[in-house]
């Protein structure tokens, strides 16, 4: 079904930007094929949203129409010999990989656990964390993907793709639909103690309490982006609504009706601050959706 003049406020994590043109949220693989003909017939631009994790939707909206995959969820046990392996929907938040791999006490749990979003997006960004973990990485436990592209499916392995920290390519243009996981069956005892301490220390550590996007830049090479950014004192700077978290200086909170160009000026501020006082360019994670002006 497409609607009109969506907001997608609820959309995603910062809780920020305007209307969609159209919108659809799709329950099957075939209610997207639907969707993605309707907009290709009508001469309407197509942007896939996922979780709503590592994107920042301009306040002035997006122009055609946008697809959420939030309901195209669901996941199927291929095997569990001498390796568990499974196949998930896109939409699938990866809080459901967490308990899959949980309740077979399974290594991948443990970095699951401080994952947002969902499957499609943790593929298509190489979804992953900081600490030295194994695995710490998507692409160590993804073993195919399949893609909608000019009406059919495409299936890609591992092997097919481009992979590096925060990205992955090789599979575009198209929309990830599907993938495939595995990891060896050699389960960890201590494994459910291990996650808890996880979970507690990263609310010690993050903003968990407040809309975000999770970390807002990418480590440059032998550095952390959230020890530059306090170093240069921008913990606590405030745009509007929006602010560099106090608790974890990679995040960007939401501290109450931030817009999203509140968020585009944070975000700029600590670019622009960080190179001046430590010479170091930071990329961001984030994805801009939308219209934006060039500054």
Known sequence: MISKQVSLL????WIVGGLAEFFAQPESIEELQSAIQWAEKNKHLITILGGGTNVLISDDGVAGLVISTRKLRGHHIIEEGKAFKFEALAGTPKSMLLKL??????????FMAGLPGDVGGGV??????????????????VDWIEVLRDGKIHRFAKADLQWSYRYCEGWQPGVITK??????????????QAVKAANV???QKQPLELPSCGSVFMNPPGLKSGALIEECGLKGFTVGGAQVSTKHANFIVNIGSATAMDIH???????KTVMSKKNVSLRTEVVYLGTWSSS
Do not use: C
């Open 124 to 141: 298509a960004m190489n979804a992953g964390v900081g600490e030295q973990l194994t695995p710490r990485e998507f692409v160590e436990i």
């Open 10 to 13: 609820n959309s995603t994590s």
């Open 179 to 192: 993938v495939g996981f595995s990891w060896v069956m050699e389960p960890i005892n201590d494994l459910n």
């Open 101 to 110: 791999f949980l309740s077979r006490k399974l290594a991948p749990a443990l």
């Open 265 to 271: 000026a944070v975000i700029q501020h600590v670019q």
């Open 201 to 203: 220390a990263r609310l």
